[in-house]
């Protein structure tokens, strides 16, 4: 009886760390789950942890590092006009062999700012009213230059609207010890001429 019960709790134990930990066959090594995003809330926003709540790496200031950029048809832009949707790119200024990111759009109250669409390098998750950008198991080498998803903005007028990234340069010694996270913030303003404008516009027509 005693031999079964410790067998049973051996058996727990391997599929809670099976969970954990995925096994690269050909490699014959352990590796993070995590290789294909991390679990929701890991930013660094108000309120949320970053991704050191899995990784043992030191947090370090992704201003210069974190590099975000919106663009509508004509490129780049530096604000945004409701309800439309734009083209977001990540990159990182260093190129680690493996790394990793998370990312989400908030309002002055801290509320999810419109919403996002996932692309061949990302995925979209989400927890409570937020929604995240994250990294794939296809898109955390070096052989990624950038990721890239879409963000449509909110339909009504939102204010200020703020990303926080918070990317991973990992070491690729296949634990979780020695990584640097880098956590950033990218503030895009309303484009308040548009709304002047569109108001303008239907004045004149009345």
């Not at 200020?160 to 303003?189: C, K, P, R, W």
């Amino acid at each position: 009886m005693k031999k079964t019960t410790t067998l049973i709790l051996v058996a727990l134990v391997a599929i809670l760390f099976a969970f954990q930990w995925g096994i690269d066959i050909n490699q014959k090594t352990f590796r993070p789950m995590n290789s294909g995003g991390a679990g929701a809330g890991k930013t660094g926003a108000p309120g949320e942890s970053n991704c050191t709540a899995c990784h043992a790496g030191s947090v370090m200031d992704g201003a210069n590092v974190n590099v975000l950029t919106i663009s509508d048809a004509s490129g780049p832009v530096t604000t945004y006009v409701p309800g439309n949707t734009y083209a977001v790119s990540l990159a990182m200024s260093t190129n680690p062999q493996k790394k990793g990111f998370q990312a989400t759009a908030l309002n002055t109250s801290d509320e999810m700012a419109g919403s996002f669409s996932a692309s061949a390098s990302t995925a979209i998750s989400s927890l409570g009213n937020r929604s995240y950008a994250n990294h794939i198991s296809a898109s955390n080498t070096s052989a990624v230059s950038e990721w890239l998803w879409d963000w449509t903005a909110p339909s009504s007028s939102a204010g200020d609207v703020t990303f926080y990234v918070s990317s991973n340069h990992a070491n690729g010694n296949g634990t979780t010890s020695g990584d640097e996270i880098f956590l950033s913030q990218h503030t895009f303003a309303e484009d308040n001429g548009a709304s002047i404008d569109n108001h303008s516009f239907f004045s004149e027509v009345a």
